[in-house]
């Protein structure tokens, strides 16, 4: 069983990789708009006690992300950043049914769910594109890709997570 | 000093977080800086190679559009031929030394606010940092990073861009830069409010750079106004390459690079 969940996030986590680089990076939708699904190994990654090595692989991934696209260090910025603060959205969106050992997304109501995906998925976007742009007299440019790259990834990875939950652990 | 210890272990948690997020955030400055991150960017071997597997399934969908776009190069060029003077005077003095070296786009990105290519060529092949890119309709951009086997192109879609350009029909020049706004449209500043414009003109390189040689086509102009000095212009070319589907490209390599380099850095 517990094997079974190493070997399940491992593969998320190259599966989410090469699907992000080579797929959903080059989407474009009206322009600009990618989804960033690799979100997804955040989100779902077992709420157990070992944050540590749970921090490390989310700046893992973000910096190989980052070395894809060549955009420096800004996706492992914000994949650090909603790893550290994720158990406080768990406590939030969940409340009492929030335990560190024994939580399962599929056993979640899913209005809950949502509301724990769309707010870590806000936050990701809003530090990601605030380094992107990295000039605060484009606030509005940075809200408006916040705003609409949120709303896409949020949809797709819904998407992709019910297509697969049914093999959840 | 046990206490030190024991703090670090009670936070690690905390610590580690701000370890690796001042990383991230260090990388980021420094790529917004000066382009300086050499691990991590696409000319990575290992990185350059999974795009250069993608590379090689998604080539076939192109091929037809690749194929028009050749035998329209090798017409145009066959009417060049056909049409040369015989006695075409060449001065050998001026005569520049510029070598192609076709190259292949294993990742091309425009909707980004700087954007980089990579290109299947590398050190092997005698490509350097500062070599110009271009397609057989216009530039394409310059290059800032190789490895043994790639090489990263810092693409005219990049904010930090900046290349010598003229217009064709009066020679005055300016440089090209890029406001990351449309994925067609870049900028030319540096024109004095004095030259008279036309919309549709030609805008080419300049030739002062060692990068690329004179009368490259870059675009059209399609709208200018003045700056907030009311001194300047700043005029909109529309560009005559797709940067959105590059396929295959050519590396300018001057043979005279290293001479033309010497002297320059006495300058400073």
């Known amino acids: ?21 080579l797929v959903c990076s080059n989407i474009n939708l009206i322009g600009y708009i990618n ?11 077992p709420a157990s006690n070992n944050r540590l090595l749970f921090i490390f692989s989310s700046f893992l991934l973000g910096v190989v992300i980052d070395a894809f696209l060549d955009s ?25 049914a929030y335990d560190y050992q024994s939580i399962k997304f599929s056993n979640t109501n899913f209005t809950q769910r949502y509301i724990y995906f769309l707010s870590l998925i806000l936050i990701h976007h809003f530090t990601l594109f605030s380094l992107v742009v990295f000039n605060y007299n484009k606030m509005l440019l940075i809200v408006r890709q916040t705003f609409y ?7 797709v990875c819904l998407l992709i997570y019910s297509l697969f939950s049914s093999k959840e652990a | 000093m046990q206490q030190l210890f024991n703090f670090f272990i009670k936070n690690k948690i905390f610590v580690l977080f701000l370890l690796l997020f001042s990383i991230a955030i260090s990388l980021t400055i420094k790529s917004h800086q000066f382009h300086r991150t050499k691990l991590l960017n696409s000319s990575n071997y290992i990185i350059g190679s999974i795009y250069g597997l993608s590379n090689s399934v998604s080539q076939y969908f192109h091929l037809v559009k690749e194929n028009k776009l050749l035998l329209e190069e090798n017409s145009k060029i066959k009417s060049q031929l056909f049409n040369q003077t015989k006695y075409s005077t060449i001065d050998p003095v001026l005569e520049q030394h510029f070598n192609l070296n076709p190259a292949i786009v294993y990742k091309n990105s425009y909707s980004l606010k700087n954007n980089y290519i990579t290109l299947n060529k590398g050190l092997k092949d005698g490509i350097n940092e500062d070599y110009g890119v271009v397609t057989s309709k216009g530039i394409v951009g310059v290059i800032d990073k190789t490895s043994s086997k790639y090489c990263r192109v810092l693409s005219i879609l990049n904010s930090n861009s900046k290349i010598n350009v003229k217009l064709k029909k009066t020679n005055h020049f300016g440089t090209l830069s890029w406001d990351s706004k449309s994925a067609g449209i870049v900028q030319l500043n540096d024109i004095q409010d004095l030259v008279k ?20 086509p870059v675009g059209t102009i399609s709208s200018y106004r003045l700056n907030d000095t009311k001194d300047l212009y700043v005029i909109d070319v529309k560009l005559f390459n797709d940067m959105t589907n590059l396929e295959h490209v050519y590396i300018i390599k001057n043979t005279d690079f290293n001479e033309i380099d010497n002297l320059n850095q006495y300058d400073e």
Do not use: C, E, W
Not at chain 1, 79 to 94: G, Q
């Open chain 1, 35 to 45: 989804p960033n699904i690799y979100l997804l190994f955040i989100l779902l990654y």
């Open chain 1, 72 to 96: 420096g260090g800004t996706h492992a910025a914000a994949s650090v950043l909603i790893a550290y603060i994720r158990p406080l959205f768990l406590k939030f969106s969940f409340g009492a």
């Open chain 1, 1 to 21: 069983m517990m094997n079974n969940i190493v070997f399940v996030n491992i593969m998320r986590f190259f599966g989410l990789l090469t699907l992000q680089v």
């Open chain 2, 197 to 216: 414009l036309t919309i549709g003109d030609s805008v080419t390189t300049s030739g002062f750079s060692s990068i690329f040689p004179a009368n490259i």
């Open chain 1, 149 to 155: 790259s949120s709303a896409f990834t949020f949809l």
